[in-house]
């Protein structure tokens, strides 16, 4: 058992147009032997006010994230988190530290054979995962048990995307066919044939209207509830990766020669094309804010463009450009809060990436080697767990990325 240390830090909120003494905040550290209060950085509003050693502070009345964390050997760290309103009444939190240790995820099988692609409910309470046996297995991420396997693919389903209220699993496949699925009873509810492989797909957000892109460049709008193809488009031929923005107005696509074609869907015209060097873009990703945009190169660098401003050529503004991974990166994944990149690779790696400073990202982690290469990479929309898959039919569950307070 870990011994605990406790320290009182008293924190005075005084608020600027407020008269009276304010409101007042006491948090005791629970801390394990060998941690110095002064050790532990303390956290509010994502700005860094001072440790647990005993001081107090004038701080504005309001909600904040109250965040603790101390640094520990080999990359794991002690770390507690709330959210807190300060008020004109006083508030006690008692902060007990605990131990993370991002190195070590949790895992659980889900399959025997490769799983290619997974997707995350709106409600963060499962968990839907395309397999090489060309099934689509649904899974309860508290519970880690399998609730729906869902047959009817010839080959693996390469896209998966859940509707907005939950209801309806679509998943797209290399047999050329859309199939949706209700999640409640794992009945297939409607089939759609494009003919071609499916690289991506993405619900409306009134689950009415599917948006896939398919081998080739072809997008296709269909009806969900008929089924019935409405109308589509045609694009790059040279096609190796795509991905929907969630405002659902914006698809990019990543050439097999290098490069990324930016389309606005509502119109189904190109807007942009960012030309890169010759090395094929394999995995693409947006930022839950639509606003910026991961790009996974062959070479296993990544780059990062900033979708809200403008190089002088009128290409999104580069902003940063990530390196370290040693094979083609696989995947990638932006936190929900928009903070965290990670990238997955062939190099079987994953680079937990903080971009609380856009320009100049920092790397946070690196995984121990995984059973193979990452194909997939999601976090769960509730709690901010990153799901990561590959070889071998385990899902593996990391720790929420934690930025280092500087």
């Known amino acids: 058992m870990r011994g605990l240390l ?10 600027f147009a ?4 304010g409101a007042s905040l006491s ?8 941690i110095a209060p002064e050790e532990v950085k303390v956290s509010l509003g994502n700005k860094e006010i001072g440790t647990c050693a005993t001081s107090s502070y004038a701080l504005e009345p309001g909600s904040y994230k109250l965040v603790l964390r101390a640094e520990a050997d080999g990359g794991t760290y002690y770390y507690f988190e709330r959210t807190v309103r300060l008020t004109d009444r006083p508030l006690e939190v008692s902060a007990r530290l605990e131990l993370y240790d991002p190195r070590k995820p949790e895992g659980f099988k889900v399959a025997t ?15 839907a995962v395309g397999v090489a046996d060309s099934t689509v297995r649904i899974w309860d991420v508290q519970s880690r048990k399998e609730l729906r396997v869902l047959k009817g693919h010839s080959k693996y389903a390469r896209a998966l995307d859940f509707s907005r209220d939950g209801k309806l699993l679509a998943s797209g ?4 066919t859309i199939r949706v699925w209700e999640v409640a009873s794992g009945k297939q509810v409607q089939l759609m044939k494009p003919g071609k492989g499916v690289w991506n797909l993405s619900f409306d957000p009134t689950a009415t209207r599917l948006t896939s892109v398919q081998l080739g460049g072809d997008v296709a709008f269909w009806d969900v509830r008929s ?3 409405l109308k589509g488009f045609k694009t790059s031929q040279l096609l190796f990766s795509a991905a929907f923005s969630p405002s659902g107005r914006t698809m990019v696509l990543g050439r097999s020669t290098g490069g990324v074609e930016v389309w606005d869907l509502g119109s189904a015209r190109r807007v942009n094309v960012v030309e890169l060097a010759s090395t094929p873009v394999y995995a693409l990703a947006f930022s839950r804010n639509n606003r910026f945009l991961g790009v996974g190169l062959g070479d296993g660098s990544v780059l990062v463009f900033d979708l809200l401003a403008r190089e002088d050529n009128g290409n999104p503004k580069q902003l940063a450009a990530l390196t370290g991974h040693t094979d083609a990166v696989s995947s990638l994944a932006f936190s929900s809060d928009n903070r965290f990149l990670v990238s997955g690779s062939g190099d079987r790696t994953l680079r937990f990436w903080d971009l609380g400073k856009p320009q100049a990202p920092s ?23 990153l799901a990561s898959s590959g070889q071998g039919g385990q899902v593996y569950l990391w720790p929420r990325p934690v930025s280092r307070l500087e």
């Open 363 to 385: 790397l946070m982690m690196v995984s121990p080697d995984q059973p193979g290469p990452v194909y997939s990479l999601t976090f769960n929309p509730k709690t901010g767990v």
């Open 27 to 34: 948090l005791s550290c629970g801390l394990p032997s060998g």
């Open 18 to 21: 407020q008269e009276g003494p």
């Open 113 to 127: 054979s490769y799983v290619y692609s997974m997707a995350h409910s709106p409600d963060g309470r499962y968990v």
């Open 227 to 229: 089924g019935k193809y």
């Open 6 to 15: 406790y320290a009182l830090l008293s924190l005075t909120s005084l608020g």
């Open 173 to 176: 496949s290399g047999d050329g």
